[in-house]
T-cell receptor, first 114, second 112 residues
């Protein structure tokens, strides 16, 4: 069964460093999302992406964050200068339509900023 | 703005019990609602997707109901097993916007 793949599963980075979290969506999917979950807190929406542009972003998704679909298969989330409070589990999701409830989630990347 | 609330926050039951997890949402103009399972430190496993036109959706021992008019959904787990121990998350879309709004979850522990 096709699945959304995220790499790495766990990344440790120093505060101030740039990180890129990678996602390989299911191949025929056109709608892409990033969510994050700080330990012990709710899963929060970050950004949705369709047709090579951001459809919607939350107030969390500030100038430190960017998304890209560099090669038509990968979907990346970049954090320019990480802060301690960026430590979280980051989930990628992809779907065939604009119904976010019908998107498939990856297993997440745990980002630890030290 | 959609807000999703789940009660109880935690639940501990002996094996074999039937149990109900509750989810409420403020924006009732939803097209569907989704229940997830999350094991500690792991990803999100979709359990049930219930459409706004449906009142119930079943998968094995799980049954989800949806009442849009009251802004509520319930997840019923029959004959609970220790392997059901996990956090159960409810998520609904807002009226406008393409995203999921998650509840804080119910942490379930089924004791053997």
């Amino acid at each position: 069964e096709p699945e959304v793949t995220q790499t790495p599963s766990h990344q440790v980075t120093q505060m101030g460093q740039e990180v890129i979290l990678r996602c390989v969506p299911i191949s025929n999917h056109l709608y892409f999302y990033w969510y994050r979950q700080i330990l012990g807190q709710k899963v929060e929406f970050l950004v949705s992406f369709y047709n090579n542009e951001i459809s919607e972003k939350s107030e969390i998704f500030d100038d430190q964050f960017s998304v890209e679909r560099p090669d038509g298969s990968n979907f990346t989330l970049k954090i320019r200068s990480t802060k301690l409070e960026d430590s979280a589990m980051y989930f990628c999701a992809s779907g065939t339509n604009h119904f976010a409830t019908e998107a498939f989630f990856g297993q997440g990347t745990r980002l630890t900023v030290v | 703005k959609q807000e999703v609330t789940q009660i109880p926050a935690a639940l501990s039951v002996p094996e074999g019990e039937n149990l109900v997890l509750n989810c409420s949402f403020t924006d009732s103009a939803i097209y569907n609602l989704q229940w997830f399972r999350q094991d500690p430190g792991k990803g999100l496993t979709s359990l049930l997707l219930i459409q706004s036109s449906q009142r119930e959706q079943t998968s094995g021992r799980l049954n989800a109901s949806l009442d849009k008019s009251s802004g509520r959904s319930t997840l019923y787990i029959a004959a609970s097993q220790p392997g059901d121990s996990a956090t159960y998350l409810c998520a609904a879309p807002p009226e406008y916007g393409n995203k999921l709004v998650f509840g804080a979850g119910t942490i379930l522990r089924v004791k053997s």
